[in-house]
């Protein structure tokens, strides 16, 4: 859950505990346990606007390190779904030659 946090973070900026509640599909108080540890070890920075506590990555270090660790996931991702696009484009006309 906290590396998923972190990602967010990384590529949103900032957010609230309700945003990445439902970006990430976890429970509100779930998410804030983990917003606040990760406050707590100054990892994330927090604002507060209003009622809501808005967080973000406080620690450069931090930030370059998700961007290397998450970006390369990122990247490996979408290797991964074109070469499966790949495969699956190249068998769709084969299958359909009998077709026409």
């Known amino acids: 859950m906290r590396v998923r946090l972190l990602d967010v973070l990384r590529r949103r900026g900032e957010a609230?505990?309700?945003?990445?509640?439902a970006e990430l599909d976890g429970g509100y108080a779930n998410v804030a346990k983990h917003l606040a540890l990760?406050?707590?070890?100054?990892?994330?920075?927090?604002?507060?606007?209003?009622t809501r506590a808005v967080y973000r990555i406080a620690d450069p270090v931090v930030l370059e390190l998700c961007e290397l660790v998450c970006g390369a996931v990122s990247t490996q991702l979408r290797v991964l779904e074109a070469a499966e696009s790949g495969v699956l484009a190249d068998s769709v006309p084969s299958a359909t030659k009998g077709a026409t």
């Open 16 to 21: 609230s505990v309700g945003e990445l509640a």
């Open 38 to 50: 990760l406050h707590q070890q100054q990892i994330l920075g927090r604002t507060k606007q209003g």
